[in-house]
């Protein structure tokens, strides 16, 4: 069974930041495309940042040179560093696994605040 637990969100003042921590099991972690996406209020689900299974990354366009995303293959976690943090990056962030063979997983979410 697949589960992605999501954890590390909280309520943080504009100009902080955040670490949020993907945990993984069932899942062929070191070759699956990770992610993390998020859901604000009456808005869809975005991207974030995406890692491959080789490492290398993308950004969407609001969170480039603040976030940073990371995968460790022997703990089987992708993590999201959250920095300068914006009220517009208030959200529920959800954790995404991609298997090559597979469907998508998601977690639970994390809700992010962003007091300004």
């Known amino acids: 069974q697949v589960r992605l637990v999501e954890s590390g969100g909280g309520l943080v003042q504009a100009g902080g930041s955040l670490r949020l921590s993907c945990i993984t099991s069932g899942i062929a972690f070191s070759i699956s495309f990770m992610g993390w996406y998020r859901q604000a209020p009456g808005k869809q689900r975005e991207l974030v940042a995406t890692?491959?299974?080789?490492?290398?990354?993308r950004y969407g366009d609001s969170v480039k040179g603040r976030f940073t995303i990371s995968r460790d293959n022997a703990k089987k976690t992708v993590d999201l560093q959250m920095n300068s943090l914006q009220a517009e990056d208030t959200a529920v962030y959800y954790c995404?696994?991609?298997?090559?063979?597979?469907?998508?997983?998601w977690g639970q979410g994390t809700l992010v605040t962003v007091s300004s």
């Open positions: 890692i491959t299974s080789g490492g290398s990354t």
């Open positions: 995404m696994g991609r298997p090559p063979c597979g469907l998508d997983a």
